[in-house]
């Protein structure tokens, strides 16, 4: 016999930064009873053929032999610490004489409580040194559990390749993944498996509050959504029903797809309950003597300048008692216990009015916190896509003589063939549904907004169109009306309102729909007020992307219940799975959901969801790719002699020039990563565990759109690294594109308005009369009033910033993430190539001759520069949706 000694890390339970003492304590009273936590190596060429031991479940042959168990040593001396640290154990294995170097391990808990184990490393095995086994999984008490856990070698293996004694080991895991389908899922669960979006509504409380199911047999396609079992309502067995509003945080995912301890998105959620519970009855008798409106652009600056000083007294006590250290750093600005003060965003930090400016105007389509909808014109006047026969006519009433005279002395048909006219369309998109906003309080039109590329390279707009329905019916087209750029008198007045239109309709349907207004006059207490306020403003944001967040789900459940872990393409795409399942669950809990305190006060959020089906029926998976974005686009055309083999039509277009770079090293490390383990397409075509995945992630994941065409085959290498290289795009650059440019950009809301509450002032009319005596006062009548505002800004605020623990494009999660020499050096190839990317953006941006980069505001473009430190940056690619 001989002893290899182990030495296992992992950290204990814990609960919000401080540790669950009463556990930590039952933990140690079972430790003294011989309740142990133990762990048993798994040799991968030793035949196992009995159920001895500890190991449960059916056990058959050809299965590697389990060894003594060995349990972690000095459990009850070794304390944890206060914050939630790592804690070591030492491990003695007695293993016998021939025994090879172990593939796997089995572990039990006998513990009152959970734990996380992040490693196993076994010292001096010999003949091999230290063999490393990286976890990174909660491990919960043995009777939680029907079969025992067990975690894999870090080698990765296709399934032809696992070492005989080792398969079906990875096989049972896999079941114990893809569960059975029924009961109502526990948190000790593991289990990844689909269901319809059908917990949105809450028919039990009032039929009103019943949402269609979205997906499967309806009329509203969507993607699944992770199953919890909840058990289904009383009044409509179609829909599941939901969890209270205090329980939101307990939502089913898999636990190790649940936030981390310092993961930002833990301290927001955390905030929804204390600034609820512990602020609100404060809050009213500082915000009953606010303003309902500010009245100057002076008057919003002050947000920046100074928010509302607390008191010495109960309110300020309660903050410093009962919320969390980090809270209070976002709650308060803690030199001078103000609440409410924010940073000032990047937009006006150097000039407060450059962002008026229309080539700022212009330049925020390029490289601003949405670079992604802009198209070339390819026709004019534009023409509508809707449906004659429902809506009439619906194309464009611009023409010539509205453009020409800014056109820098090109005719349009020139400017049009030299491929010189943009334009930002939202027409089609919002018409079907611009008559039942405008119903509500909110006001809006459909846009389309014509621009310019002038000689610098900088956009110039030339129109602004606003449509409405016709009065007489939706068949009888559209009422339009056209404005030009003005810069003085009343005429400017209009333009800058006009411009304000379209910006409230570029933060997308879903800013509208989710709209933050309150009928100050409506019923129900201040409280009720800040807790709606309060969910618009997170619902305004994870709705900007819940059509990247929802279709990202799906790759997630199918890659956990098809791919082992020890597969490689597993390996390549976990990183970018972190955290993603759970910020769409708490969404569907708290954000979208039908029937609760927003919906009973504005805007129905039904329509929210509608639109956001809608929308999803036009999304097809090889579109997500940059350059197929950018050709479908008309942003680029094949060009074999340009880099990446696309040739920008605006080659000073921040997001595509500093995007393509991010793609292309994304796609180069794919590449070397793939062809390592598939030398050729009959590997592919056999790989039993990939072709699961993707059969059972077109025809579940996204089953709504299994029939589509455009899906690809897997059948080729080609095909493998194009589907994940665009996974990654998607989970990684792109949101990081569209996410954390939100507090620079729209954290000054004039620049970024998220709703319209009054109609374009008509001349010859009181408000008319108005705008041109203070245009400044009717500016802010018609966009966001300050009590949302405030909070808003605050929310956006936070969704914006980075956690500490942010693991960025281009840096492992773990140093030892595989076992196999060449795909590390292919991973450390492409940290360097990001850091060369890196260098690249900071020289573009001290290049004055990019006007597009830094512009007039003076920020320049670091949505796409990969790394970041902690807070509100404006830059870094996390390599996850997760947020």
């Known amino acids: 016999m001989k002893m290899i000694i182990g030495k296992v890390v992992l950290v204990k339970k814990n609960k919000l930064d401080i540790n669950d003492l009463s556990s930590s304590a039952l933990d140690r009273l079972h430790e003294l009873v011989g309740k142990n936590v133990t ?53 003695s294995f007695e293993c016998e004489e021939d025994t090879e170097v172990p593939q796997a391990f089995i572990i039990q808990n006998h513990h009152h409580s959970e734990f996380y184990l992040k490693t196993l490393t076994l010292e001096d095995v010999p003949g091999h040194g230290h063999v490393h086994f990286v976890c990174n999984s909660w491990v919960y008490p043995t009777k939680r559990y029907k079969k025992d856990r067990i975690f894999f070698h870090n080698k990765a293996y296709l399934p032809f ?23 109502m899922l526990q948190e000790w669960d593991r289990v990844y498996d689909y269901a319809f979006y059908n917990d949105l509504g809450n028919p039990d409380k009032d039929l009103d509050d019943a949402r269609p199911v979205l997906g499967g047999p309806s009329e509203y396609p969507y993607p699944r959504r992770g199953r919890t079992g909840r058990p289904p309502t009383k009044s409509d067995p179609r829909t599941e029903s939901r969890l209270p509003l205090v329980m939101s945080l307990n939502i089913y995912v898999p636990r190790d797809e649940r936030f981390g301890r310092i993961k930002f998105s833990d301290f927001l959620a955390y905030a929804l309950k204390v600034v ?62 103000e609440l409410a003060k924010s940073p000032i965003p990047q937009v006006i930090k150097e000039d407060k009015s450059a962002w008026t400016t229309d080539e700022e105007f212009g330049r925020e389509m390029l490289a601003g916190v949405n670079p992604i909808k802009i198209c070339l014109l390819k026709e004019f006047p534009p023409t509508s896509k809707l449906d004659m026969e429902v809506y009439g006519n619906q194309d464009s009433s611009i023409k010539p003589h509205h453009i020409q005279k800014n056109l820098n002395g090109l005719q349009v048909n020139e400017a049009l063939k030299a491929n010189r006219l943009f334009i930002l369309d939202h027409h089609d998109s919002l018409m079907p549904y611009v008559r039942r906003i405008n119903a509500t309080t909110n006001k809006i039109y459909a846009s389309r907004t014509l621009l310019l590329l002038q000689n610098d390279g900088t956009l110039k707009p030339l129109a602004i169109e606003l449509s409405l329905p016709h009065p007489d019916g939706d068949k009888h087209g559209a009422i339009s009306n056209v404005y030009t750029p003005a810069e003085n008198g009343i005429e400017g007045s209009v333009w800058q309102l006009a411009k304000a239109y379209v910006a409230v309709n570029d933060s997308g349907i879903h800013q509208l729909i989710s709209h933050w207004y309150i009928n100050q006059n409506s019923e129900g207490t201040l409280s009720d ?62 954000l979208i959901n039908g029937g609760g305190v927003p919906e009973s006060t504005v805007f129905p959020g039904k329509y929210s969801m509608e639109m956001s089906s ?24 094949v060009d074999s002699g340009c880099l990446h083999g696309l040739r920008l039509l605006i080659d000073d277009y921040p997001y595509a020039v500093d995007g393509l770079e991010i793609w292309s090293a994304i796609k180069s490390w794919v590449e070397d990563y793939c062809k390592f383990y598939y030398k050729n397409n009959d590997i592919i075509q056999n790989d039993t ?75 010859n009319t009181p408000e008319y009369e108005e705008l041109r005596e203070n245009p400044e006062k009717v500016f802010f009548k018609t966009i966001t009033p300050h009590l949302q505002s405030l909070l808003g800004i605050a929310l956006v605020e936070l969704l914006s910033r980075h956690s500490s623990d942010e693991v960025y494009l281009g840096q492992p999660e773990c140093p030892e993430w595989t076992l196999d020499g060449e795909p590390l050096r292919a991973f450390e190839k492409f940290g360097k190539k990001i850091k060369e990317i890196e260098e690249k953006i900071v020289k573009m941006n001290n290049d004055k001759r990019l006007k597009n980069r830094v512009g007039p505001v003076n920020v320049p473009f670091t949505l796409l520069y990969p790394t970041s430190e902690e807070g509100l940056t404006g830059k870094g690619i996390p390599n996850s949706t997760s947020i």
């Open 689 to 763: 565990e990939l072709q699961s995945r993707w059969k059972e992630l077109r025809e579940e994941g996204h089953g709504d759109k299994k029939h589509e065409p455009w899906w690809p085959k897997m059948e080729t290498c080609h095909d493998l690294i194009d589907v994940c290289t665009t996974f990654i795009w998607v989970a990684s650059a792109l949101h990081a594109s569209v996410n954390f440019g939100q507090y620079p950009y729209t954290g000054y809301l004039p620049n970024r308005p998220t709703l319209s509450r009054r109609f374009m002032p008509k001349p």
């Open 529 to 590: 007020r800040l807790l709606l306020i309060y969910f618009n403003c997170i619902h305004m944001i994870i709705l900007h992307r819940l059509n990247t967040h929802a279709v990202i789900e799906p790759f997630v459940i199918a890659a956990n219940r098809q791919l082992s872990v020890m597969h490689p393409v597993y390996k390549l795409l976990y990183p970018h799975f972190r955290y993603t399942m759970y910020i769409n669950a708490l969404s569907r809990q708290i």
């Open 39 to 91: 762990i048993q190596l798994i040799s991968s060429s030793h035949k196992h053929q009995s159920t001895e031991g500890n190991l449960r479940g059916k056990v058959g042959n050809l299965r590697g032999k389990v060894g003594k168990q060995a349990m972690l040593e000095d459990w009850i001396t070794t304390v944890t610490p206060l914050r939630n640290e790592e804690s070591s154990y030492k491990v």
């Open 276 to 337: 609820i519970q512990l602020l609100v009855p404060e809050f009213q008798a500082l915000c009953d003597n606010t303003h309902a409106e500010f009245n100057s652009f002076e008057d919003f600056f002050k947000l920046y300048e100074g928010g509302f000083k607390l008191p010495e007294g109960p309110l300020l006590k309660r903050i410093r008692e009962n919320i969390p250290l980090e809270m209070q750093k976002i709650l308060l600005e803690r030199d001078n216990d």
């Open 614 to 637: 809608m929308l999803y029926k036009d999304w097809v998976f090889p579109e997500q790719a940059l350059p197929v974005d950018l050709l479908k686009r008309g942003m680029a055309v």
């Open 161 to 183: 390749e696992t070492p005989e004694f080792l398969r079906s080991y990875r096989e049972e895991e896999l079941e114990i993944l893809r569960g059975d389908g029924t009961g």
